[in-house]
């Protein structure tokens, strides 16, 4: 458990972002045939800490499209996206489109949604008059251009397919090095994808960055991108804002267009080592960006959103009450539920539980 977690982790024998990151491929073992009960312990803890609604990411989407015969891509991306040449990328990225769905893309989708995730939500019964789970996809971003664009577009075909896939994500430590080259490149990926499915709605680790962990330049920019570039709906972390170019612009921009900040205090505390006054909460609450608080990733940092917001009333005295049930709600409003009827009814049934605790703690 130490290996696989932050347990008795003493700050001291191991960089802590490499200990977090480093975990998934050594529990990675023991997943194949336990997705099931993984599925059922979320659930299960999410009742008891009176959770409704979990959006949580499953997989990667498996597929053996070959395209070998497009290798030489990589560097052509690269060199269009160092020019920061979008239409260059866009022209490159319609040839290896149109060579994916040739090779089956929509048929690996419609097999990880049939066989993998409804096969596993349906038979567990995960959805019931007390909880809701939706799923979302997610590509990595250690990848080569190739190989990323290919899952990312099977993810964007599986999303775009199923009601219980609610969206795509990217993922693995932003300060990497194929990450930080790459990362204009996949912003510009997912603005494409996104243009082929317009329903498809997705949320992006951004920002993830601090000083001492990436050059001073490099923190000046990322959610700009995931923003301005991709369009993402929501943004996982946002820690580097303070450093970003034009910030309040930035963050006026977010409000504008409710593209949702989620927050992540022990995440960012263990891995970043940033919190309390250096952490951009406050900043984000002070634009008016609308805030949800997540966890990310409760199993190895050992943790849990009932954590999240004990910390997060302990540490900013200027949050009241009526502050923190809006981001009980806002993790509803701002979900990617796409069935408005579900919506409504977790909303309904918020309303209800939120009278019958005030009912018990009249709010003063």
Not at 34 to 63: C, D, M, W
Not at 192 to 210: D, F, I
Request: with cysteine; aromatic share 14%.
């Amino acid at each position: 458990m130490q290996r696989w977690s932050v347990k008795d982790y003493n700050n001291v024998d191991y960089p802590s972002d490499k200990l977090f990151f480093e975990s998934f491929d050594k529990f990675s073992p023991a997943l194949v045939g336990h997705f099931g009960e993984g599925l059922l312990e979320l659930k299960n803890r999410a009742i008891k800490e009176n959770v409704s609604y979990l959006e949580t990411q499953l997989s990667t989407i498996p597929s053996d499209i070959n395209t070998d015969q497009l290798t030489d891509y990589n560097q052509k991306l690269r060199q269009f996206a160092g020019n920061r040449d979008e239409a260059g990328i866009n022209q490159l990225l319609d040839s290896i489109y149109a060579t994916i769905l040739r090779k089956g893309a929509p048929s690996y989708a419609e097999d990880f949604n049939t066989n993998f995730v409804a096969k596993l939500h349906n038979e567990l019964k995960i959805d019931d008059a007390r909880f809701t789970m939706r799923y979302q996809n997610f590509v990595l971003r250690f990848m080569e251009p190739l190989d990323l664009f290919k899952n990312l577009v099977v993810a964007f075909i599986s999303a775009d397919s199923s009601p219980l896939m609610a969206g795509v994500n990217i993922v693995s430590p932003e300060d990497g090095e194929t990450s930080m080259k790459d990362f204009w490149l996949h912003m510009v990926m997912f603005k494409y994808c996104h243009s082929r499915y317009p329903n498809v709605k997705y949320s992006m680790h951004a920002g993830e960055l601090t000083l001492g962990l990436v050059q001073p330049e490099d923190l000046t920019w990322h959610i700009r991108a995931a923003v301005y570039t991709a369009g993402a709906y929501r943004i996982g972390h946002g820690v580097d804002l303070p450093y970003e170019e034009n910030p309040y612009e930035l963050l006026r921009y977010m409000a504008k267009n409710n593209i949702t900040i989620e927050i992540n205090l022990v995440s960012n505390e263990f891995i970043l080592k940033v919190k309390e006054s250096r952490h951009p909460f406050s900043l984000y609450r002070e634009f008016g960006v609308p805030i949800v608080i997540s966890t990310d990733d409760a199993g190895i940092l050992r943790t849990n959103i009932t954590e999240q917001y004990v910390l997060l009333a302990k540490r900013y005295k200027n949050v009241s009450y009526a502050n923190i049930k809006q981001y009980v709600y806002n993790s509803i409003y701002y979900s990617f539920i796409k069935d408005e009827s579900v919506k409504k009814q977790l909303l309904e049934d918020l309303d209800l539980r939120f009278k019958a605790f005030e009912a018990k703690f009249p709010i003063k």
